[in-house]
């Protein structure tokens, strides 16, 4: 084998942006993310929406919210017309 074809392995601490950190194994001498298991909607179950220039807004204004359908008229036959009478 080659000598120092590998870079040197380090223990480094990663930082997640919530404040979490773990201790891992890198070639970096640190490690920073913006999202963890301990932050990340997937794993917490919470859905954090990051609204710039009020998208969300702008998409209910325009599609507004889900109508739900009309009850269904029941298929009646109209009544006979009324008889008329000569007077």
Do not use: Y
């Not at 001498?29 to 859905?47: A, I, R, V, Y």
Request: a positive charge.
């Amino acid at each position: 084998m080659k000598k120092n074809l590998h870079p040197e392995m380090l223990e480094v601490t990663a930082t997640c942006a919530c404040g979490h950190s773990f201790k891992t194994q890198s070639v970096l001498p640190e490690l920073k993310s913006t999202l963890c298991s301990n932050c990340h909607p997937f794993f917490t179950g919470k859905q954090k929406f990051v609204d710039t220039a009020g998208r969300i807004e702008k998409f209910m204004k325009k599609f507004g919210e889900t109508k739900k359908a009309a009850p269904a008229k029941s298929e009646e036959k109209p009544d006979a017309p009324a008889a008329t009478t000569d007077e």
